[in-house]
């Protein structure tokens, strides 16, 4: 079956960097683009970008261009996203999300980042 | 980039009464416009893309209509399960946008 499993809470200080991991299955890793989607607490939910499955596309939403990268590794079919220069506003939960037909279908089960001052 | 406005932000019903809602582009999306449901602590799920499709394994209650820039996701008959927060999302090109959630809850 389809899974998206992303990897564990972290917890950063103001102006450090995140990675995020979402180890994929179930799925022809190079047939689906992946989508980054992030919600802070008790708010609602704000796209970040989407990464090409096999080849060197990404697109960013505008708001996190230039402190976010999307990388891939075909070999493991697990997609990640690292975020720059955190602050206070970045405190939310990052979900992957698999596109299917302007939409997404599967999502990780979220990873909580924290950060402090 | 494109606005979604859903209406209202909450929505108060009882089980069996059906639920109305809307989503309001600041421009025409085209069939590109999505509906969610998200419960506490868990992602969102898929109900309806491309305006009225039905994603797999959801009940016939949920239906999906509308055009250009007026959307409306609809709920037959609320069962309990369906108190939840929902949210619209539009593509345009290569960028997403979601509404900020009308939250069903029961009355």
Not at chain 1, 7 to 22: D, F, H, L, Q, W
Not at chain 1, 27 to 45: E, K, M, N, S
Not at chain 1, 67 to 95: C, H, I, P
Request: positive net charge; contains cysteine.
């Amino acid at each position: 079956q389809v899974q998206l499993v992303q990897s564990g809470a972290e917890v950063k200080k103001s102006g450090a960097s995140v990675k995020v991991s979402c180890k994929t299955s179930g799925f022809t890793f190079t047939t689906h683009y992946i989508h980054w989607v992030r919600q802070a607490p008790g708010q609602g939910l704000e796209w970040m970008g989407i990464r090409g499955p096999n080849d060197d596309y990404t697109f960013y939403a505008q708001k996190f261009q230039g402190r976010v990268t999307m990388t891939r590794d075909t070999s493991t079919s697990t997609v990640y996203m690292e975020l720059r220069g955190l602050t206070s506003e970045d405190t939310a939960v990052y979900y992957c999300a698999r596109e299917y037909k302007s939409s997404s279908d599967y999502w990780g089960q979220g990873t909580l980042v924290s950060v402090s001052s | 980039e494109i606005v979604l406005t859903q209406s209202p932000a909450t929505l108060s019903l009882s089980p069996g009464e059906r639920a109305t809602l809307s989503c309001r582009a600041s421009q025409s999306v085209s069939n590109y416009l999505v509906w969610y449901q998200q419960k506490p602590g868990q992602a969102p799920r898929l109900l309806i893309y491309d305006v009225s499709t039905r994603a797999t394994g959801i009940p016939a209650r949920f239906s999906g209509s509308g055009s250009g820039t007026d959307f409306t996701l609809s709920i037959s008959s609320l069962e309990p399960e369906d108190f939840a927060v929902y949210y619209c999302q539009q593509r345009n090109s290569w960028t997403w946008t979601f509404g900020q959630g009308t939250k069903v809850e029961i009355k």
